[in-house]
């Protein structure tokens, strides 16, 4: 087996679960604790789970035969636009699903599709975040030349940004392959993977909450920019250590109390690693965040679906409430595959939990 096998099949098992690691977790207070070390959140903001409102296996064209995850959520103008990755006999794209309700949804199918041999995008293109100018939408997707073996094709490292258009957030998504927001810099905390994120406006400047993975650690990261059709500069340390072990993120701004709530993937540990919880950082300054601020808001102890793995989340408001849209594979599974998307609920206003919260 040559260098660059072994570095996938590496990638590969880590992806699946099959790094054998042992998780030890504390009878009093529900902390989990990592043989690792790595930190944990002692503090509670339950949501309350609503469950599965999106099944993966009948999108069209079999576009999520074989799983639905990583569902970012946007609205406009009364309607829910679901975008998450579709698992498909091809590999892995973005696809659109639409409802006025949370409840019923029409599943669009893909909205991009794999990149020419070669590109950045030839084996995956999902992940998008999108984001309205006031003129045009503007979509910042994970993209990647590399996947598994078939027929899960999982999207494998390096995990990349890329750049789409639209006049409508329900597309069609034109490509600009000519714009580059940033890239994988060897030697840094984002050597490994550098994958969109939560845009959010401060002044004339949009900063972009993005993914990064310098090796087996991983954290988000500020980019910067002041053209989202031009280049972005991420700052040179990330919001929080890389021990800290997040992934992916989506942003609420509490007026009540003028505090910004970050929710991200935390990467758990117990024969494997896997997502196995929603946390959520909050913060007084966008710029500034305290790895110490910190809860857990879904896990297996408050999703009666998926006891062991809750994969990405994104939020939006609805009515006195902030709905939080998550995957799993239910049931104790760890699996990348044949997971489905789940909604789960927050009361607004938030606030920071002050204390542990009783089992």
């Given at each position: 087996?040559?260098?660059?096998?072994?570095?996938?099949?590496a990638?590969?098992?880590?992806?699946?679960?099959?790094?054998?690691?042992?998780?030890?977790?504390?009878?009093?207070g529900?902390?989990?604790?990592?043989?690792?070390?790595?930190?944990?959140?002692?503090?509670?903001?339950?949501?309350?789970?609503?469950?599965?409102?999106?099944?993966?296996?009948?999108?069209?064209?079999?576009?999520?035969?074989?799983?639905?995850?990583?569902?970012?959520?946007?609205?406009?103008?009364?309607?829910?636009?679901?975008?998450?990755?579709?698992?498909?006999?091809?590999?892995?794209?973005?696809?659109?699903?639409?409802?006025?309700?949370?409840?019923?949804?029409?599943?669009?199918?893909?909205?991009?599709?794999?990149?020419?041999?070669?590109?950045?995008?030839?084996?995956?293109?999902?992940?998008?975040?999108?984001y309205?100018?006031?003129?045009?939408?503007?979509?910042?997707?994970?993209?990647?030349?590399?996947?598994?073996?078939?027929?899960?094709?999982?999207?494998?490292?390096?995990?990349?940004?890329?750049?789409?258009?639209?006049?409508?957030?329900?597309?069609?998504?034109?490509?600009?392959?000519?714009?580059?927001?940033?890239?994988?810099?060897?030697?840094?905390?984002?050597?490994?993977?550098?994958?969109?994120?939560?845009?959010?406006?401060?002044?004339?400047e949009?900063?972009?909450?993005?993914?990064a993975?310098?090796g087996?650690?991983?954290?988000?990261?500020?980019a910067?920019?002041?053209?989202?059709?031009?280049?972005?500069?991420?700052?040179?340390?990330?919001?929080?250590?890389?021990?800290?072990?997040?992934?992916?993120?989506?942003?609420?701004?509490?007026?009540?109390?003028?505090?910004?709530?970050?929710?991200?993937?935390?990467?758990?540990?117990?024969?494997?690693?896997?997502?196995?919880?929603?946390?959520?950082?909050?913060?007084?300054?966008?710029?500034?965040?305290?790895?110490k601020?910190?809860?857990?808001?879904?896990?297996?102890?408050?999703?009666p679906?998926?006891?062991?793995?809750i994969?990405?989340?994104?939020?939006?408001?609805?009515?006195?409430?902030?709905?939080v849209?998550?995957?799993?594979?239910?049931?104790?599974?760890?699996?990348?595959?044949?997971?489905?998307?789940?909604?789960?609920?927050?009361?607004?206003?938030?606030?920071?939990?002050?204390?542990?919260?009783?089992?």
């Amino acid at each position: 087996m040559n260098m660059k096998s072994m570095v996938r099949w590496a990638i590969a098992a880590l992806l699946a679960g099959n790094v054998a690691w042992t998780a030890e977790k504390t009878p009093a207070g529900g902390v989990t604790l990592y043989a690792d070390g790595r930190p944990s959140a002692t503090l509670r903001m339950e949501a309350k789970d609503q469950g599965v409102v999106l099944k993966h296996g009948d999108g069209p064209g079999q576009c999520d035969i074989l799983g639905a995850r990583e569902a970012l959520i946007f609205e406009e103008k009364g309607v829910y636009h679901l975008f998450y990755d579709g698992a498909g006999p091809k590999g892995w794209l973005a696809c659109l699903a639409t409802s006025k309700d949370l409840k019923t949804w029409e599943k669009k199918g893909p909205i991009l599709d794999f990149g020419k041999p070669g590109e950045s995008d030839s084996a995956a293109a999902c992940s998008p975040w999108v984001y309205f100018d006031g003129k045009a939408w503007h979509m910042f997707y994970l993209g990647t030349p590399n996947a598994s073996g078939a027929p899960d094709l999982v999207p494998l490292f390096p995990y990349l940004t890329l750049k789409a258009r639209s006049k409508s957030v329900a597309g069609p998504w034109v490509k600009q392959p000519e714009v580059i927001p940033f890239r994988t810099k060897p030697g840094t905390y984002y050597a490994v993977t550098a994958s969109p994120g939560h845009i959010v406006k401060q002044g004339d400047e949009y900063l972009m909450f993005f993914s990064a993975t310098g090796g087996k650690l991983r954290t988000l990261a500020i980019a910067r920019t002041k053209d989202l059709n031009g280049p972005w500069a991420a700052d040179p340390q990330p919001i929080v250590p890389p021990e800290e072990q997040i992934e992916n993120s989506s942003l609420y701004f509490e007026p009540s109390n003028k505090t910004w709530f970050l929710f991200t993937n935390h990467i758990g540990l117990d024969g494997g690693e896997y997502t196995d919880a929603v946390w959520v950082y909050w913060s007084k300054e966008v710029n500034a965040w305290d790895a110490k601020a910190k809860a857990v808001v879904l896990d297996g102890k408050n999703c009666p679906w998926s006891k062991k793995c809750i994969g990405m989340p994104s939020v939006v408001v609805v009515g006195k409430r902030l709905a939080v849209f998550y995957d799993a594979p239910g049931g104790t599974s760890t699996d990348n595959m044949k997971r489905d998307v789940g909604l789960a609920w927050l009361e607004l206003p938030l606030t920071p939990p002050a204390s542990m919260s009783k089992e």
